[in-house]
């Protein structure tokens, strides 16, 4: 490990456990100050929450999107209206090696359908692990009410997989405090959302989720797997 990543985790560390119970405002301000020009915010584009939250602590920043050539067209409308809402963001469109007929043709056809794992592991954490290279810290959406596997994420986290910096800033937030901040500040929104869509990752591999059931079940229903592998 090199001086400048250990430092890096040291300070995940402290900041852990000093910002343990901070604001998603002040989390964001404690990014934009810690690390200036060398963070970026991922969002899948369903919501425009975070990318809101963070441009009242900084106006100018990255935005990681993880364009898998599977996406929903209302998926792609939303980037573009965040892009044009909010004009001192730069969209970073992540990109795969292989676009997705290259990828029919030496893997198959479906190979989201046959091997999930590996679909998602070439168009999406290859790409977002390139990407984050470039930066010292990122920050997610992650919330703990998410899943099971999400219940003890942190505000502040030390990422060893990707070798950065990880914030987490709306971690604690429920389903109800983030509905409320939607329609309190007119908040962009996937069309997708109001039509049952409570997850929304590739178009093959997301379904609606039936009333009461967890939103995460509408992602690679019927299979066993239930993370993409970008957060574990």
């Not at 604001?23 to 970026?40: C, M, N, P, V």
């Not at 942190?154 to 901040?181: H, M, S």
């Not at 590739?202 to 989720?209: D, G, I, L, R």
Request: hydrophobic residues 40%.
């Amino acid at each position: 490990m090199t001086t400048a990543t250990e430092e890096l985790r040291d300070l995940a560390e402290k900041a852990s456990a000093e910002l343990a119970d901070a604001s998603a405002a002040e989390a964001l301000e404690w990014t934009a100050r810690t690390f200036g020009d060398s963070w970026i915010l991922a969002s899948n584009m369903q919501d425009a929450v975070l990318i809101d939250l963070a441009a009242k602590a900084k106006p100018d920043f990255d935005v990681l999107f993880l364009q898998t050539g599977y996406h929903f067209p209302e998926t792609i409308g939303l980037r573009d209206a965040v892009a044009a809402t909010y004009s001192g963001i730069n969209v970073v469109n992540a990109l795969p090696d292989k676009t997705v007929a290259e990828q029919d043709a030496e893997e198959g056809p479906d190979l989201w359908q046959r091997a999930p794992d590996r679909c998602c592991a070439m168009r999406k954490v290859v790409p977002l692990r390139r990407t984050l290279a470039n930066y010292d810290a990122w920050v997610t959406g992650v919330r703990r009410v998410d899943a099971p596997t999400r219940a003890d994420t942190p505000i502040v986290q030390w990422d060893d997989r990707n070798g950065l910096v990880k914030i987490n800033p709306i971690a604690p937030w429920t389903d109800e405090e983030f509905r409320e901040y939607i329609d309190r500040n007119g908040i962009l929104e996937n069309l997708l959302v109001a039509e049952g869509y409570l997850s929304i990752g590739c178009a093959p591999c997301t379904a609606k989720v039936a009333p009461g059931a967890d939103p995460r079940s509408g992602r690679w229903a019927g299979q066993s797997k239930t993370e993409c592998g970008l957060h574990g």
